[in-house]
């Protein structure tokens, strides 16, 4: 006759458990695993997500501009010296006040141009090329028509423009 000790030593190393549990407990057991398992995945992609935003992070910093040092920091280190700055207010007659009407727009072009005359009468007379040709007689000079442009008043000297008088 057995003892109840070894029918209880019997019982533990028996296999001698229901079906059912066994399927239970194992089947417990697998699910588990796969949580552990789908756990272990979430944190390497976490840990490699966050590892290449640090990357990048760092990539982007090393192309932007350095920071400006503040004022503050750029200050020698010695004693600090004051600078007074003094100054007066400007005469009446020096300042300019202008508007947003004050400025007419002139646009240019090959077939427009505008022409402004500062005042009502003509002050000069205007003369024709060959009566400019002979104010000039004196001078090396040339009128010059290239492609059809209005003529140009080339000095074949320069020396001998510089000591022409403009009125």
């Known amino acids: 006759m057995k003892s109840d000790t070894e029918h209880l030593l019997e019982d533990v190393f028996q296999e001698s458990v229901p079906p ?3 399927a239970a407990v194992l089947a417990a057991t697998l699910q588990q695993v796969r949580q ?3 756990a272990r995945r979430r944190r390497n992609v ?3 997500t966050t590892a290449a935003l640090m ?5 982007w910093r090393s192309h932007q501009p350095a920071p400006t040092t503040r004022l503050t920091e ?3 280190a010695g004693p600090a010296r004051l600078v007074q700055v003094s100054s007066l207010p400007l005469p009446a007659n020096m300042i300019v006040e202008s508007g947003p ?5 002139v646009f240019s072009g090959r077939k427009i141009a ?13 003369i024709d090329d060959p009566e400019l040709l002979s104010l000039l007689a004196d001078r090396p000079v040339a009128l010059v028509r290239p492609n059809g442009q209005p003529p140009q008043l080339v000095f074949l000297n320069p020396a001998a423009e510089a000591g022409l008088p403009l009125q």
């Open 20 to 22: 059912d549990f066994r």
């Open 36 to 38: 552990q398992r789908a």
């Open 46 to 48: 976490l840990v490699t």
């Open 55 to 59: 990357l990048l992070t760092a990539v």
């Open 74 to 76: 750029a200050a020698p």
């Open 101 to 105: 009407a004050d400025v007419a727009i």
């Open 114 to 126: 505008k022409v402004v005359e500062s005042s009502g009468q003509k002050d000069f007379q205007e």
